[in-house]
């Protein structure tokens, strides 16, 4: 009895352990894994695409700013050149005439920046978007803003191809010869983005020099581009610019419609000087000159009421920002006009006016930063107007 059960239990063991063995899961070793690293050839928050030698970078902001004007309307007869009224507001270039209240916007961009090194240079790509909420006129502030690409171009070494600011506004190796005033509204300097062809040559630390072929949406003679022209030198003092733009037609239309279509041109001339022992703190002065009422000018609030480009014959511009710590900076700036031009001609309408801002802006805690700007804007002949904003951004 005691032998049939010794023999029953061993044949249940041997059963049972064929059992198991048939059952047994064969575990797959991982693959591995290749982490992100961290690319510091081109600043912070650069980052290798995995498998690749590329570098990339996403960067962006959320803000929500309240503005608000006191802008009554105004008019210039054209027949008589009398005017009336008030000056066309800064902050809105004259969009809510006779509205009180507040003016809201919320935006949201993007940018992804993407850069490796090649025989010829750096080849960089870089795309924004963007979307905003309210702001425009018209605009319902109720409804989905819509998204939409701000700039897109590609650069390689000192070549570049795509849609970002004109070369006017900003080049591409030009560093602080750059936009106007130090606050974000930056003052009436000629802001336009623009399709371009451009070459750049030398270095954002020292000398550089930029051509660009940029695009009038078949303005004039269609085959013709504007064409921009940049000198800068800059230092750790600071820098100095001059710049040069053409176009072969002020008045925004194509050769074949019955409108007399003139050329134009404007120069500038600029410089920031950077405070000593006062890390931050810079002064800039900037002078333009146009020949006419061409995109190559400042491009100053008037521009509601001649429905041109708003030029002025000439204008200078200064402007000087203290960096109190850290966290705490403010600027004030003014700019004067002589003898705006007449929309889309050379002739001048004998009206002259300035341009006054104060700006502040506080970060206190890493990448949120509050600011408030306010303008007050006073042509001849016509009411000062004041206009202004307080926002929030939370860059990332």
């Known amino acids: 009895m005691i032998k049939r059960f010794l023999l029953g239990s061993a044949a249940v063991l041997v059963v049972a352990t064929g059992a198991r063995a048939a059952d047994a899961v ?9 982490y992100v690293r961290v690319c510091d050839a081109y600043g912070a928050g650069f980052f290798y695409i995995p498998g690749t030698e590329t570098c990339l970078q996403i960067s962006g902001y959320i803000r929500y700013q309240m503005g608000s004007e006191n802008y009554k ?42 850069r490796s ?17 309210g702001g425009a006129a018209g605009a319902n502030p109720f409804s989905d803003g819509p998204v939409s690409t ?54 954002a630390e020292g000398f550089a020099a930029t051509i660009s072929l940029e695009d009038d949406a ?31 037609s002020i008045n925004n239309v194509p050769d074949d419609i019955a409108v007399a279509s003139e050329s134009g041109w404007g120069a500038q001339v600029g410089m920031q000087w950077n405070i000593p022992n006062a890390p931050g703190s810079s002064l800039r002065l900037l002078g333009f ?45 003014g700019q004067y006009f002589s003898d705006f031009y007449a929309g889309g001609s050379d002739e001048t309408l004998g009206l002259s006016g300035y341009e006054l801002e104060v700006a502040m802006a506080w970060t206190p805690v890493t990448n949120f930063e509050i600011r408030t700007e306010v303008y007050y804007d006073k042509i001849e002949e016509l009411d000062g107007t004041v206009s202004g904003f307080l926002r929030f951004t939370r860059n990332f």
Not at 325 to 332: D, G, M, P
Request: net charge negative.
């Open 73 to 114: 309307g105004g008019v210039i007869d054209p027949a008589t050149g009398e005017v009336s009224g008030s000056s066309p507001d800064f902050l809105t270039y004259g969009a809510y005439p006779d509205e009180e209240g507040w003016i809201k916007e919320t935006r949201a961009r993007v940018d992804i920046d993407a």
């Open 150 to 203: 701000d700039q897109a171009y590609i650069d390689l070494g000192g070549f570049r191809a795509g849609y970002s600011e004109s070369a006017w506004v900003e080049s591409q190796k030009g560093g602080v010869a750059a936009y106007g005033s130090h606050s974000w509204g930056s003052m009436s300097y000629g802001d336009a983005q623009r399709h371009q062809l451009g070459y750049s040559f030398g270095s």
């Open 218 to 248: 078949l303005e004039g003679d269609g085959w013709i581009p504007d064409v921009v022209g940049v000198l800068s030198y800059n230092q750790a003092w600071g820098a100095v610019w001059a710049k040069f733009g053409w176009e072969d």
């Open 26 to 34: 064969v575990v797959a070793e991982p693959e591995p894994v290749e």
């Open 289 to 333: 000159y146009s020949d006419s009422d061409t995109r190559f000018g400042v491009i100053a609030p008037i521009s509601a009421l001649t429905g041109g480009n708003g030029a002025a014959e000439w204008s200078a511009l200064a402007s000087y920002l203290h960096q109190f710590n850290e966290k705490f900076a403010a600027s004030v700036g």
């Open 117 to 133: 090194e090649t025989e010829w240079g750096t080849l960089r790509g870089r795309i924004r978007f963007q979307g905003s909420w």
